[in-house]
């Protein structure tokens, strides 16, 4: 056995292991001068390393895109209800190669009649049972409709009146809701900010958000809109639109003024609005 014997400088002098040789290698002046110099290069040598591989990780972070993200023109709104069923289409294509259904077959899957109202739920239980992997998150709170009250908060339209119901479908909203709901697959967070989003696409994940398009045409009043968002840049999102365009690019300034849902009991009421999005992948 073996252990090590540490001689404090003030003490090379006197310590019986001491010898000249010992003394040129630990005690000199010259020598303890020289080890000072080489353990203070190695610090500064290990923190500038640490800086540089910090600022090289930040920016591979500060740009991140998905590719192959398969694009759906929809500028002449052929498929109506906002623009939901391209953007499901383009998430469809991406994540299932060889995706064959047309629209009609989708709606079926769905089951969807076009021109209804169409709901992130709808795209998350369809792409779950295709087997997609995708959640959704929301900052309102998310029930099943039974009454007068909760109608008009989601849709503006009359509960008493059978043609709104229709127009709404009520049914298939309430059983997506469930569906949901029991799958564990809708989850209330009041985090959903342009950090949030970034983490996603870190992850390989596509983000499908409700927005008011009318703000990105700086027009009045709401309009929804589903956007496809599929990587960002130091400052802006770079999305697959239906309406606007493939590979646009929107700054988060004006991404925030946009993504919001509206309550339609009082839709002035900034304190009311909610964000919604769907995680895919």
Excluded at 45 to 56: A, L, N, P, Y
Aim: proline share 3%; charged share 25%.
């Amino acid at each position: 056995m073996s252990r090590n014997v540490k001689l404090p400088f003030s003490s090379c002098f006197m310590h019986p292991l001491f010898n000249r040789k010992l003394y040129a290698m630990f005690c000199s002046p010259s020598h303890t001068y020289k080890l000072f110099v080489t353990v203070t290069s190695l610090w500064f040598t290990t923190r500038i390393c640490f800086t540089i591989k910090f600022i090289k990780i930040g920016n591979l972070q500060s740009n991140m895109e998905i590719k192959n993200v398969p694009y759906i023109d929809d500028k002449e709104e052929k498929y109506a209800s906002c623009q939901g069923p391209p953007t499901l289409m383009m998430v469809l294509k991406h994540f299932l190669p060889g995706f064959k259904l047309t629209f009609d077959e989708v709606y079926d899957k769905l089951g969807y009649s076009k021109g209804e109202w169409f709901f992130e739920m709808y795209m998350v239980e369809l792409l779950n049972k295709l087997g997609v992997s995708s959640k959704y998150y929301f900052t309102r709170k998310l029930t099943i409709c039974l009454d007068s009250v909760c109608f008009r908060e989601i849709s503006g339209l009359d509960f008493n009146n059978e043609r709104h119901k229709k127009e709404f479908n009520l049914e298939h909203y309430n059983s997506s809701v469930k569906y949901v709901i029991n799958n564990n697959l809708s989850h209330h967070r009041n985090d959903l900010d342009i950090r949030f989003i970034k983490k996603q696409i870190d992850n390989s994940k596509l983000v499908i958000v409700t927005v008011n398009r009318n703000k990105y045409l700086d027009k009045k009043r709401y309009k929804g809109h589903f956007m496809l968002i599929k990587g960002y840049t130091s400052d802006s999102f770079i999305c697959n639109d239906a309406y606007f365009g493939e590979n646009i690019t929107i700054q988060f300034a004006k991404f925030l003024e946009m993504f919001y849902s509206i309550n339609w009991i009082s839709p002035q009421d900034k304190k009311k609005r909610t964000r919604d999005m769907v995680v895919v992948g």
